[in-house]
């Protein structure tokens, strides 16, 4: 099940599903308590709570994911190898000054958190090799800075159906020899299954079959759910052996990993955005639970014959900050089935485990050499009748970061993120055209038109919050049935829309208002949750220009840059920050808790100072939603940067 070469655990359940918590939730900590899984990751660093599961469950996994955007690796930057290092380092010494990390807080002599990830899905897989080095860079001065800091990195951490070992041999070789724990995220829809089912099921492809652990029919499947083991046994464990630890850090089923119209919502969702056209992926929705737990199981029998793999974190076990991620809610449920089918095994229980390969049984490798793949050759295969589902971008994760200074996330206005690469079956150059899945079009990531913070705190039982608008009737459905009718602006201390309630039954609270419904968990605590209507950069034109007539200025010298925004709708647009950023990351917020009229202009002046001699640039940068929002990472996708980049010399 887990050989325990990196890291030792005291006993070992008969599965290894691990928690993913967004948010300050204490029924997703409570949870951890009752269940004690072997691997948490958590992007909530309350210091008492964290304390607390480490002391409860000593041989707990503990990873830590600091939100940070733009995720600038040095791409940003100058692109150099130096300033690649110099961004790893900088992350590094971000995470190590986290209160959390503090020797005081120690358990037991050692650090509260066994490791940290550094970047988010940073790249498509198709992104170009020269980039792809740079975070080999990055990745390794990161590594480097936290292992001496008594903290175990996590490499890579792409989306779904990202990545083949080949190619990580020869763009990363720093980051598998730094690093001994290898993350991955593994999705499906609408099982886990399926796509790894089409491949086995599909026509030969012996270019594709993978040594030892795949089952030598069709293409071997293995592209979304368990590609790490393609990715692993595609030369990395045959040139590494036993030397790294995979964890799947993140896990579970999203209707976003076909592409096109379907959006990134989970199981529970009501809505089915999956595109008629594929086949299988239309299905009732919600999923069933019972459906849903099914397809679990098939995937933690998998993982439980890999050693290697420490465990799987279901994304998400403890949601806050957006309403959508509700639909990816592992509490409840599945955690009452987790809890049910949970039990401890001894060695003699555990599952045959998947052989390790060596170059002995890899077809033509020399020794201690990987195995090569052929050179990708897409064959682009009809919609109609397609032998190989095609493998779409992969969904971005939503993360949710302690509070700090404002950061600003790379949402472009005329250039959207492209988002991660599907997985691509190649075809030999020597062999006849094979048809394999077809690489879709990136869709632009749909907006969410509301969205929420919600925090929790000692008091009465109450939930309060604020819509933002006033003199609008809420509907507050609580968990025993009881429907309550609010108007908004009645309670003015929580702001214009602000509203309240007794709140002391845990469960279930629905509010209805404006047309739109969310259901909040609750566990009997004061909890407030800030509503925020999503508005965007299409509401605005944007002039942003030096102030003064030139480009170039001396070390220490303040850059001034004009700022005018002008709202184009009939709407008031209100945004939480505006500020500069410059590309050595630095952020200077201008104005905050801001609005703007239908048809004016917001105008202001503000400057950054540089301190060295070099080229930067500098970009307006506003985050449409509530100042908290924005702070915390609640908000990230209402962060927006605005052309024109402006362009100086230090001197």
């Not at 692109?79 to 971000?94: D, F, L, P, S």
């Not at 604020?466 to 968990?479: E, F, L």
């Amino acid at each position: 099940m887990y050989n325990q070469k990196n890291h030792q655990f005291n006993m070992f359940y008969n599965h290894k599903f691990g928690f993913h918590i967004t948010g300050p939730r204490q029924d997703a900590f409570n949870e951890v308590l009752r269940l004690k899984p072997k691997v948490v990751k958590t992007l909530d660093f309350s210091v008492d709570v964290m304390k607390r599961i480490k002391q409860e469950i000593p041989d707990v996994f503990l990873i830590g994911r600091l939100f940070v955007h733009p995720q600038d690796f040095g791409q940003l930057s100058d692109g150099t190898a130096k300033m690649a290092r110099q961004r790893g380092v900088e992350m590094a010494e971000r995470i190590l000054r986290e209160e959390v990390n503090r020797d005081v807080h120690h358990v037991n002599g050692r650090p509260i958190f066994n490791a940290w990830e550094s970047l988010n899905e940073v790249f498509p897989e198709w992104t170009d090799e020269n980039t792809q080095k740079l975070f080999d860079e990055y990745q390794v001065a990161f590594g480097q800075k936290m292992l001496a800091a008594g903290f175990e990195p996590i490499a890579f951490n792409f989306g779904q159906g990202n990545g083949r070992g080949e190619p990580w041999l020869r763009l990363y070789p720093g980051t598998l020899e730094t690093y001994k724990y290898l993350g991955f995220h593994e999705y499906d829809w609408p099982t886990m299954d399926r796509l790894h089912k089409i491949g086995l099921n599909g026509p030969s492809e012996p270019q594709n079959l993978v040594p030892v652990v795949g089952e030598g029919r069709g293409n071997d499947g293995m592209w979304r759910c368990l590609r790490y083991r393609r990715v692993m046994n595609e030369g990395i464990r045959q040139r590494y052996g036993d030397k790294h630890t995979v964890i799947i850090t993140e896990c579970g089923m999203t209707q976003g990993v076909w592409g096109g119209s379907a959006l990134d919502i989970g199981p529970w969702a009501k809505q089915l955005t999956v595109s008629a056209n594929i086949p299988g992926g239309t299905v009732p929705t919600p999923i069933p639970v019972d459906n849903y737990w099914q397809t679990l199981q098939w995937y933690n029998s998998e993982i439980m014959r890999d050693d290697y793999v420490m465990g799987a974190c279901l994304f998400v076990t403890g949601a806050a900050g957006k309403a959508e991620w509700d639909t990816f809610e592992h509490l409840g449920p599945i955690m009452e089935r987790l809890g049910a089918f949970q039990k401890q095994v001894a060695v003699a229980d555990l599952p045959t485990i998947v052989p390790n390969p060596t170059p002995s049984v890899v077809k033509g490798a020399a020794a201690q050499q990987p195995t090569a793949a052929p050179e990708i050759k897409v064959t682009a295969v009809p919609d109609a009748a397609p032998p190989v589902a095609p493998e779409p971008p992969a969904p971005a994760k939503p993360e949710q970061p302690a509070p700090v200074e404002p950061v600003v996330a790379a949402t472009v206005v005329t250039e959207p993120p492209a988002p991660a690469k599907p997985a691509i079956a190649a075809t030999a150059e020597t062999e006849p055209p094979v048809p394999a899945p077809v690489k879709p079009e990136p869709p632009a990531k749909p907006a969410s038109k509301w969205m929420y913070t919600i925090t929790t705190g000692p008091g009465l039982a109450l939930l309060v919050g604020d819509i933002g608008v006033s003199n609008q009737q809420i509907t507050i459905t609580k968990p025993k049935g009881e429907v309550q009718r609010v108007t908004s602006g009645s309670k003015a201390e929580y702001g214009r829309g602000g509203f309240e309630t007794f709140a002391p039954d845990p469960g279930k609270y629905t509010l209805e208002f404006l047309g739109e419904k969310f259901e909040l968990q609750l566990n009997g605590r004061f909890t407030k949750v800030m509503f925020d209507k999503a508005t965007g950069p299409d509401m605005v034109r944007v002039n942003f220009g030096l102030r003064e007539n030139r480009t170039t200025y001396r070390v220490g010298e303040k850059v001034f840059a004009r700022i005018q925004v002008t709202n184009v709708t009939n709407d008031t647009v209100p945004f939480g920050i505006l500020g500069l950023l410059a590309s050595t990351g630095q952020f200077q917020t201008s104005w905050s808790d801001g609005s703007i009229a239908p048809g004016q202009t917001f105008n202001h002046e503000d400057g950054l100072v540089f301190s060295r001699p070099g080229h930067y640039t500098l970009q307006l940068s506003m985050c449409f939603a509530r100042k908290e929002a924005c702070v915390s990472g609640q908000a990230e996708g209402s962060w927006v940067r605005f052309k024109p980049i402006l362009e100086i010399e230090v001197q």
